[in-house]
């Protein structure tokens, strides 16, 4: 399973992610902590700053395309490291001027991310030879991001205080940094195709890209319970206070401890999934999608914190499985020349109703019941895995030749 780790570039990759992720979830955590502070109405607009860059992740993906994505993911670490550090340096001499500045700072981290991630998943395939270490990598991947994000949570409630503004800002910037020290380390992209040279992103990119997924017959039919799971989604993950103390009764080191809780989940499926690669992509992700529905189900009737912490924790663990093994399948059957564009498109069209999200969980919690929203999670999720079981594209066959950059 570790083999993938034996190709530098990767090993870099996964290095740089690792220490950025760590230090945007101390920011993450930190500085909500320290918004909410200030007012709670404060965490409305830090919802929205977050979700708004993502509508931008298809041209994100376009410029992966036509670009190269290890030069659009050296400079965009670049650009935000070193945005975020003049922010904690402003912090530090402007102290008033805190919050705007972590919210400003929460701005330019998701931005980058809208552009980071596309051109991340299109690359992988590249950094690895074979269809086993593909899967492999994907799970290590994500699972080392998540094991980061995990500790990152773990500890960013009482990182605002040992460490202020200023030091969650700075701590934060010098993670990109470093990042794109590693992502400098990667080979350079190949040239598009019928191309010697990089060229710029043209409308008619964008255009070819969308006509590309629209094609693909599975595409826009999983889009649908995924704008639906990733709007409710960010609103439960939000919520999750609200839930703990009205519907489990529970105080803030409880909720400190299930948010853990969900990052290990995805840090064990993420790296368990290249045990399944040898299934077919339906069985695991239309499995994993069950476990996953019916999961949070339970968490959402539940008045139990035991039963709550087994639900979340099957399923995190569900989720991790499955978007790893929904990933490695696309970057297998979509060609290297539009990957960009595909993953781009569809975090875009996933992430489009985020804003909203907190403000439905936040009315659903107060007018229903506590855990209204992760019914509205599990749903689509039962959704998306009949969905799983029944595309043919979800029936390729793990031993057929994928597709090569």
């Given at each position: 399973?570790?083999?993938?780790?034996r190709?530098?570039?990767?090993?870099?990759?996964?290095?740089g992610?690792?220490?950025?992720?760590?230090g945007?979830?101390?920011?993450?955590?930190?500085?909500?902590?320290?918004?909410?502070?200030?007012?709670?109405?404060?965490?409305?607009?830090?919802g929205?700053?977050?979700?708004?860059?993502?509508f931008?992740?298809?041209?994100?993906?376009?410029?992966?395309?036509?670009?190269?994505?290890?030069?659009?993911m050296?400079?965009?670490?670049?650009?935000?490291?070193?945005?975020?550090?003049?922010?904690?340096?402003?912090?530090l001499?402007?102290?008033?001027?805190a919050?705007?500045?972590?919210?400003?700072?929460?701005?330019?981290?998701?931005?980058?991310?809208?552009?980071?991630?596309?051109a991340?998943?299109?690359?992988?395939?590249?950094?690895?030879?074979?269809?086993?270490?593909?899967?492999?990598g994907?799970?290590?991947?994500?699972?080392?991001?998540?094991l980061?994000d995990?500790?990152?949570?773990?500890?960013?409630?009482?990182?605002?205080?040992?460490?202020?503004?200023?030091?969650?800002?700075?701590?934060?910037g010098?993670?990109?940094?470093?990042?794109?020290?590693?992502?400098?380390r990667?080979?350079?992209?190949?040239?598009?195709?019928?191309?010697?040279?990089?060229?710029?992103?043209?409308?008619?990119?964008l255009?070819?890209?969308?006509?590309?997924s629209?094609?693909?017959?599975?595409?826009?039919?999983?889009?649908?319970?995924?704008?639906?799971?990733?709007?409710?989604?960010?609103?439960?993950?939000?919520?999750?206070?609200?839930?703990?103390q009205?519907?489990?009764?529970?105080?803030?080191?409880t909720?400190?401890?299930?948010?853990?809780?969900?990052?290990?989940?995805?840090?064990?499926?993420?790296?368990?999934?290249?045990?399944?690669?040898?299934?077919?992509?339906?069985?695991?992700?239309?499995?994993?999608?069950?476990?996953?529905?019916?999961?949070?189900?339970?968490?959402?009737?539940?008045?139990?914190?035991?039963?709550?912490?087994?639900?979340?924790?099957?399923?995190?663990?569900?989720n991790?499985?499955?978007?790893?093994s929904?990933?490695?399948?696309?970057?297998?059957l979509?060609?290297?020349?539009?990957?960009?564009?595909?993953?781009?498109?569809?975090?875009?069209?996933?992430?489009?109703?985020?804003?909203?999200?907190?403000?439905?969980?936040?009315?659903?919690?107060?007018?229903?019941?506590?855990?209204?929203?992760?019914l509205?999670?599990?749903?689509?999720?039962?959704?998306?895995?009949?969905?799983?079981?029944?595309?043919?594209?979800?029936?390729?066959?793990?031993?057929?030749?994928?597709?090569?950059?």
């Open positions: 399973m570790l083999r993938p780790l190709s530098a570039p990767f090993a870099y990759l996964v290095a992610q690792s220490l950025s992720q760590l945007d979830t101390l920011l993450f955590v930190g500085g909500l902590w320290f918004l909410q502070s200030v007012s709670p109405w404060l965490l409305g607009v830090a929205i700053v977050i979700a708004i860059p993502s931008v992740s298809y041209l994100g993906g376009g410029l992966a395309d036509s670009l190269g994505a290890r030069d659009l050296r400079w965009t670490e670049v650009a935000r490291g070193i945005i975020i550090v003049a922010a904690g340096v402003t912090a001499m402007v102290p008033a001027a919050a705007v500045l972590i919210l400003l700072a929460l701005a330019v981290s998701a931005f980058g991310d809208s552009l980071f991630v596309p991340q998943i299109s690359l992988v395939p590249r950094l690895l030879k074979g269809d086993e270490d593909l899967n492999s994907n799970g290590i991947l994500s699972g080392l991001t998540r980061a995990m500790v990152g949570r773990l500890v960013g409630g009482l990182s605002s205080l040992a460490f202020g503004v200023f030091g969650l800002l700075a701590f934060d010098l993670t990109f940094l470093g990042s794109a020290v590693c992502v400098g990667l080979p350079a992209d190949a040239p598009p195709p019928g191309s010697s040279n990089r060229r710029r992103l043209a409308w008619s990119d255009k070819a890209g969308f006509d590309y629209r094609s693909v017959g599975w595409f826009f039919k999983i889009v649908p319970p995924a704008v639906l799971i990733n709007l409710a989604l960010s609103g439960a993950l939000l919520t999750l206070p609200i839930l703990v009205r519907g489990l009764h529970q105080g803030a080191a909720y400190g401890v299930l948010l853990a809780i969900w990052s290990a989940g995805q840090f064990v499926g993420s790296t368990s999934a290249a045990v399944m690669r040898s299934k077919p992509p339906r069985v695991v992700c239309g499995t994993a999608a069950i476990v996953q529905g019916l999961s949070l189900l339970a968490l959402a009737l539940t008045g139990s914190i035991w039963i709550a912490a087994v639900a979340l924790g099957v399923a995190s663990t569900a991790g499985i499955s978007n790893v929904r990933t490695t399948l696309m970057q297998r979509v060609p290297s020349e539009f990957r960009g564009r595909v993953f781009g498109l569809q975090s875009t069209l996933v992430s489009m109703a985020n804003p909203f999200g907190p403000l439905l969980a936040t009315a659903l919690a107060l007018s229903v019941f506590p855990g209204a929203i992760w509205l999670v599990a749903a689509p999720t039962l959704w998306l895995a009949i969905l799983y079981w029944t595309l043919p594209g979800f029936r390729f066959s793990p031993d057929a030749p994928g597709v090569r950059a």
